[in-house]
C-alpha cells in the first residue's frame, strides 16, 4: 500500500494531499483523493482501469465511495465501473457499502441512480440501510428505502 493510501486510512488528509502533490498518481489514489483530472487522463488512456483491482480487491469505485470523492465516482461509473462489483476480501463490500459506511450521501445516491443494489449485504451481512441507521443518518436511510433497502435486520454472522 503507498504512503499516500496508508495517509488516508490513518485519516491523514493533509499529508495524503502533500505526499500527492507532484506524484504520479495511480487509478486507485486518483479516485481516493477525488483528483477527476489525473483520473480522466488515466482513463482516457486505459479504460478498462475503471474495472482495475488493486491488491486487497478493491475498484477505484470503493476507493471513491469510501474518501467521499462523488465527482471521481461519477466519472468512473460514466467510464464503465460495476456499481455493484464486490470485493473479494475479509471485508466483503460493494461501493455501495462503502458510501453508507463513510456517510457518504451524493456517492450513495449516484450509485443508486446507476442501479446500485440498495440491499446488498457485507460478507458479514451488514447492508448499508444497517450503515446508515448504525450512523443515525436519516437523511441517507431514507434516500437507501425511496430505492428499496428493506428495513429487515440483516442476518449478520
Do not use: C, W
Not at 460514466?78 to 459506511?101: C, R
Amino acid at each position: 500500500m503507498s504512503e499516500i493510501m496508508q495517509a488516508l486510512y490513518r485519516g491523514d488528509e493533509e499529508a495524503a494531499r502533500r505526499l500527492a502533490e507532484g506524484a504520479d498518481l495511480d487509478v486507485f489514489e486518483a479516485a481516493s483523493l477525488g483528483k477527476v483530472d489525473r483520473l480522466r487522463e488515466l482513463l482516457g488512456s486505459e479504460p478498462a482501469l475503471a474495472q482495475a483491482r488493486s491488491a486487497d480487491d478493491f475498484t477505484p469505485l470503493h476507493y471513491a465511495a469510501f474518501f467521499d470523492g462523488p465527482e471521481a465516482a461519477r466519472l468512473l461509473v460514466e467510464h464503465g465501473a460495476d456499481v455493484n462489483a464486490f470485493a473479494d476480501n475479509e471485508l466483503g463490500v460493494h461501493p455501495l457499502n462503502s458510501a453508507a459506511a463513510a456517510g457518504a450521501r451524493e456517492i450513495a445516491a449516484i450509485l443508486l441512480e446507476h442501479g446500485a443494489d440498495p440491499n446488498a449485504p457485507t460478507r458479514s451481512g451488514f447492508s448499508p440501510l444497517d450503515a446508515a441507521l448504525e450512523n443515525d443518518d436519516q437523511e441517507l436511510a431514507s434516500l437507501l428505502r425511496s430505492h428499496g433497502a428493506r428495513d429487515e435486520p440483516s442476518d449478520r454472522t
